[in-house]
């Protein structure tokens, strides 16, 4: 049980992306996303890395814990994996480069490495592109958004709006029957099929006992008629605005405007 | 989806008398559910007039809860099922009115105050259903912030609903049911799972509900809360077929022996009163209330020869013999950021039965699971029949200690009842035959022979505690602890239960019980246990725990009913210190 | 009423059924990290176990359109309690609900052969390697690697799909998914 902020609370962050639609945070950073799955080089996804720091920090209050997350975690883990991944880079690809590390007969070429760190880079500059709308938007308006601006059925969103709640609910009875099933001695032992079955072993009570309160909380929902009509009255409207438009195509602008500057990013 | 025959239009269900329509009308109805193969409950037949609050019972699985949600219409349309008769709120038929319509005249209440919070705030939950019927803003917010008030929610509204207690839960769904106009409430054993302080909460916001004028229709266990408030009764048999209708004193004081025979409950001043008939006093006006058993006990004569003579039989005398089956020794136990224990000192002996009483949240749970090794304890703060959980293996604690959780549902891990009772004796090295001589006996000491091959989630709510306690004992543990074990069932099976553990417990077994209801305390335990914010309140024989009335306000606790009523008797006082029924003597359960 | 495709019921449990698997799959998300380090090439049979809630409902209910009401309430929910992640749960989740459903779909939901649900994975496991594979620049890995990589990217759908069936096959021994029941 971690003291998580309230999931239900309005748009915690101030901030200028505070302002932005959450379709509109989504949608930006779209297509330099899906051209960087593609790119080989370093450059291109440290730019982006870049672009998608300086957005954050200039539009949102970042806490000290985000900022941490920002600077440290994300270098970190992409060099580790960048790293890691370099190690297993097939080095007839690389061996006309300088090898930086010898063990016996294996080496690590440089050029290995340059591949790992790309790869590293490449996948932290996509997650932080995401983190822009991840970081600013609150679960509520998402759901809004979706449903006022993306059609999606009310009942869908106000579904999910009422299964946040089996959240911690549902994660307080794994707690539970973890407990019951190890006084029962259940499925003791070690090692990784031991785990396996043990986990097996849980999901049964977990989905029966989660099964069964869902159809309590449509029941609830039905008891007030909740689907009675094509719409319902809402009082929280979250519109596209004028600003969204240009957020959209601001970013767009400037990722095409880096994206030619860099082509062809390593290709 | 809804497979429904059709019952009587609206235009026949008005004409059927001359009398001015009744806001619900219920007239001979069946409901069978889909893949049952019996209607339950078969025929029932009653009205509700305007203002008038009905009070339904009925043993279990008579249909009360099948017929709350007919009354709606969520049952045809929204749980299949085949209704049969008449079910008309305001002359609208509700088989064929959408339950939309319907929502604005009826609404519900339900057990579980988790399954009824939808939104992120107080204020957004009541306003979610106006909202549903697409009423303009203006209107939502006015009728929400009414509801509100009308229940003591107006001033929390900006919260998460997950802060409320549950009390303050079943009140916020009292108010969304007012906030979307109901005339008629309907609610389905709304405080099964609250403390005696959270019932209270409840029982007042209800008060003010039915002074409104509006209607309420409760099916309730507790009927001491309820008595109070009910203008009529309505009477279920087993198989869910109307035999009493009329007013509380036609019904509960006029057809109490019948209905006691019925199995169903009764207040417990009335159970007392039957009680002491049988034993030989003349009471002649049947009691309802403490007050009103009070009152009689004043006006009677005893008989002689008096079954209740002092010494008291009442309070069960301290059991237990010289050795120490639990011992805590300075436990502080902290749970994510929150110290949840502070030093708890505690010792039981063996062959005592020990009650752990104290309101939501106080930590019972917790410091019953940690003397389980549930939640392994901090080295050398407790010893459990010698053992320190800390250092001895789950299996050998096992053989120590049994732990019966709250859901039984949680604690089952094979896929029939036979396995589920096997697993404990199976892996130390007993032969088959042994093992399954030892499970067949098991079996039918708690009446699930025939049952061997079903999977256990398949059986009743009784029968699957039942199988619960099984599994616990079938070990051999010679201390049994149980967290509310009465939790969602209805008093018949809890009393069944609690028998059983009184044989256990009379043959020499160590008992812990963790519960709300004062009653069961007050009739069972030797001992009882007040946990307050994390600390033992008090320890101490269970009639003097009820007998210090600022310890039990300071905990959120109350007196058991039966306790309440008889201290107030000054002419006969060898009552004063009763507090069981069957210390009562006539043969009462 | 207007008569919705799907009732109230069966959304919540779609959105039960995908909050819980989403608890046990959460114990995927955390080992990603140390997967993508340590062995790359086995990423698929971690990616795989986001199969599992569309296919669970499936096997309860056999109706159109679960599958992705399933894996979209999950995203949705996944989103609001933990937003950093909005575009890979909504990502994932319209991708992998989209191809159980699509392949569901083409038999006009009749034929619930235990095949359509492997033939969803095998479909959903090509997808995935694509993806990964220019994402993670695993061409760059030795030809075993990759290999190993496709032959796993492959295999994880299929062994989760598997498990998923499963669970669903046991739920229904436990009677809890007989029908769509009331409590
Ligand atoms: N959804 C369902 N499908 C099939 N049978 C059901 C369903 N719900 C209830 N039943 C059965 O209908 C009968 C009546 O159940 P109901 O819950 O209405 O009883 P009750 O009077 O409310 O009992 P209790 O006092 O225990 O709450 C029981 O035999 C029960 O097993
Ligand atoms: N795993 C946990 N992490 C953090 N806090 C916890 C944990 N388990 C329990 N608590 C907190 O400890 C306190 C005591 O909980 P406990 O379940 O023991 O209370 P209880 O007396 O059994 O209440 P109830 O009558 O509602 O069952 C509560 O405030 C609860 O929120
Ligand atoms: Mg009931
Ligand atoms: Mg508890």
Redo the contacts with the bound molecule.
């Keep these: 049980?971690t003291a998580v902020a309230d999931p239900y609370a309005d748009a915690a962050a101030r901030g200028l992306l505070a302002r932005i639609g959450p379709l509109a945070k989504l949608a930006a950073p779209l297509p330099a996303m899906a051209v960087l799955v593609f790119a080989r080089d370093l450059v291109t996804p440290l730019a982006f890395l870049a672009v998608a720091y300086l957005v954050i920090f200039v539009g949102a209050r970042v806490s000290a814990r985000v900022a941490a997350l920002l600077l440290l975690g994300i270098p970190t883990g992409a060099a580790v994996i960048g790293l890691s991944l370099g190690l297993w880079v097939d080095s007839d690809l690389v061996d006309g480069t300088d090898p930086v590390l010898s063990v016996g007969a294996w080496s690590l070429y440089s050029g290995a490495v340059d591949v790992g760190l790309a790869t590293g880079a490449r996948l932290a500059a996509i997650l932080a592109l995401g983190l822009i709308a991840g970081l600013t938007t609150s679960g509520p308006d998402l759901v809004r958004a979706t449903v006022q601006q993306l059609r999606v059925p009310y009942r869908i969103g106000y579904a999910a709006l009422a299964a946040i709640r089996f959240v911690p609910r549902f994660g307080y009875e794994l707690?539970v029957i973890r407990q019951a099933h190890r006084v029962r001695g259940a499925h003791g032992g070690r090692g990784p099929f031991a785990a396996v079955a043990r986990w097996w072993g849980y999901l049964v009570p977990l989905l029966a006992g989660a099964i069964r309160h869902a159809e309590r909380v449509a029941l609830a929902m039905d008891a007030r008629a909740f689907g009675a009509h094509p719409d319902r009255t809402e009082r929280h409207l979250l519109p596209w605005r004028p600003r969204d438009t240009v957020f959209v195509l601001v970013f767009w602008a400037v990722s095409a405007a880096l994206l030619t500057a860099l082509f062809p990013w390593g290709l | 989806m809804s497979s429904a025959a059709s019952g009587p239009t609206t235009a026949q269900a008005a004409r059927d008398d001359g009398a001015p329509t009744p806001l619900l009308r219920v007239r001979g109805v069946s409901i069978t559910h889909e893949g049952a193969d019996a209607a339950i409950p078969a025929s029932v037949t009653f009205d509700i007039a305007p203002g008038e609050v009905v009070l339904l019972l009925g043993p279990s699985g008579s249909g009360k809860s099948t017929l709350a949600l007919a009354t709606n219409g969520l049952i045809p349309q929204s749980v299949p099922a085949e209704l049969t008769g008449t079910v008309a709120v305001r002359g609208m038929s509700t088989v064929d009115t959408p339950v939309a319509r319907l929502a604005g005249h009826v609404g519900m209440v339900f057990q579980d105050p988790d399954a009824q919070l939808i939104t992120g705030t107080v204020f957004d939950d009541v306003a979610f259903g106006p909202e549903n019927l697409r009423m303009p803003v203006a209107d939502v917010l006015a009728r929400t912030e009414r509801a509100l008030r009308q229940v003591g929610l107006w001033e929390r509204r900006g919260e998460n609903p997950d802060q409320l207690s549950?009390g303050g839960k079943q009140r916020l769904a009292i108010a969304c049911a007012l906030a979307m106009g109901s005339e008629l409430l309907v609610l389905d054993e709304p405080t099964a799972n609250l403390?005696p302080a959270g019932i209270e909460d409840v029982y007042d916001a209800l008060r003010g509900v039915a002074a409104q004028g509006r209607s309420i229709l409760l099916v309730e266990h507790n009927l001491d809360a309820a008595v109070g408030l009910t203008d009529r009764v309505v009477v279920l048999d087993a198989a869910g077929r109307t035999v009493a209708d009329g007013t509380v004193d036609d019904v509960l004081r006029g057809r109490a022996e019948e209905l006691d025979a019925l199995g169903v409950w009764l207040p417990v001043s009335t159970m007392a009163a039957l009680a002491l008939r049988r034993a030989g006093w003349d009471l002649p006006r049947t009691p309802l209330t403490p007050a009103e058993l009070a009152e009689s006990l004043e006006a009677a004569e005893a008989p002689v020869p008096n079954p209740v003579s002092a010494p008291p039989s009442g309070a069960p005398s301290i059991g237990g013999g010289e050795s120490t089956a639990i011992e805590v020794r300075g436990l502080t136990l902290r749970?994510?950021?929150?110290t949840?224990l502070h030093d708890v000192d505690l010792t039981l002996r063996t062959g005592e039965f020990v009650a752990v009483v104290?309101?939501?949240?106080?930590?019972?749970?917790?410091?019953v699971q940690t003397m389980a090794g549930v939640i392994p304890p901090p080295r050398g703060a407790v010893r459990v029949d010698g053992a320190d959980p800390a250092r001895t293996s789950l299996r050998d604690l096992s053989r120590r200690i049994g732990f019966v959780f709250q859901n039984p549902e949680h604690q089952f891990i094979a896929h029939t009842v036979f396995d589920e009772l096997a697993h404990g004796l199976r892996g130390r090295g007993m032969s088959d035959d042994e093992v399954r001589e030892r499970t067949t006996a098991m079996l039918e000491r708690f009446g699930l022979e025939g049952k061997g091959e079903v999977h256990p989630f398949l059986l009743s709510g009784g029968q699957k505690r039942r199988l619960s306690v099984g599994t616990a004992l079938i070990a051999g543990a010679p201390i049994l602890a149980l967290?509310?074990p009465t939790f969602g069932q209805d008093r018949a099976r809890a009393d069944e239960l609690l028998r059983l553990l009184r044989d256990l417990n009379e043959t020499g077994t160590t008992i812990v019980v963790?519960t709300?209801d004062m009653q069961l305390v007050a009739e069972y335990a030797h001992r009882t246990v007040v946990?307050h914010d994390?600390r033992i309140r008090a320890d101490a024989a269970t009639a003097d725990v009820f007998s210090d009335e600022t310890l039990l306000r300071e905990s959120g606790l109350r007196r058991p009913t039966l306790q309440a009523a008889l201290r107030g008797v000054t002419r006969h006082p060898e009552l004063a210190s009763v507090t069981a029924l069957r210390a009562l003597g006539g043969g009462a359960t | 009423m207007t008569r919705t495709l799907l009732s109230t019921r069966v959304l919540l449990v779609c959105a039960a059924l995908g909050v819980a698997t989403g608890l046990l799959g959460g114990v995927a998300g955390a080992i990603t990290p140390l997967v993508l380090a340590a062995a790359p090439w086995a990423y698929g049979l971690v990616l795989g176990s986001h199969v599992l809630p569309g296919i669970i409902a499936q096997q309860v209910f056999r109706l159109p359109l679960v599958a992705l009401t399933t894996h979209v309430l999950a995203a949705l929910v996944a989103s609001a309690v933990n937003p950093a992640w909005i575009g890979r749960f909504l990502g994932t989740a319209l991708l992998f609900g989209a191809i159980q459903e699509g392949v569901a779909a083409l038999t006009r939901y009749r034929a619930w052969g235990v095949w359509r649900f492997f033939a969803a994975a095998l479909l959903i496991g090509v997808v995935v390697a694509g993806v990964v594979f220019f994402a993670a620049d695993l061409a760059a890995l030795p030809l075993w690697a990759q290999i190993a990589y496709l032959v796993i990217a492959l295999a994880g759908p299929v062994v989760w799909t598997a498990a998923g069936l499963g669970v669903g096959e046991r739920l229904r021994r436990a009677g809890v998914a007989r029908g769509v029941r009331a409590g």
């Design positions: 049980m707690e | 549950g403390d749970r994510g950021r929150r949840v104290g309101s939501n949240g106080a930590g019972k749970t917790t410091l967290d509310e963790v709300h946990v994390g």
